[in-house]
């Protein structure tokens, strides 16, 4: 697999970081630090793509979409079977569903993890 070392790339990985979404920072409590088991990268860039959250360990890739996805299925699509051939997992949850159930999202990462 390759790790993005682009300097394209490592810069919207740095802008991303820095410009984190409500959503993102909820889920980031829940999955930094092994508190699910293992340990979880935030904005990881994998070729040109950059995942919202990703765990090594499992390959497995956890994308948060906003309202500017609705417009974006194609590409999102795409993305998501390029990793898929890669061996790695993606799951989808929309910001919505990390703010008003997070509990049920961590419940079906768990059950991906495991």
């Not at 390759?2 to 829940?30: C, F, H, M, Q």
Request: net charge positive.
């Amino acid at each position: 697999m390759y790790i993005s070392n682009d300097p394209v790339t490592k810069e919207k990985r740095r802008l991303l970081r820095g410009n984190v979404t409500n959503a993102e920072k909820i889920l980031w409590r829940k999955l930094k630090k092994k508190q699910l088991g293992f340990q979880f990268r935030r904005q990881f860039g994998i070729e040109n793509f950059i995942l919202d959250f990703y765990c090594p360990e499992k390959k497995l890739g956890v994308e948060l979409d906003g309202s500017f996805h609705r417009k974006r299925k194609e590409y999102d699509k795409n993305r998501t079977e390029f990793l898929n051939k890669l061996g790695i997992d993606v799951l989808r949850y929309w910001n919505e569903e990390v703010i008003n159930d997070i509990d049920r999202v961590l419940e079906e990462i768990r059950r991906v993890l495991v």
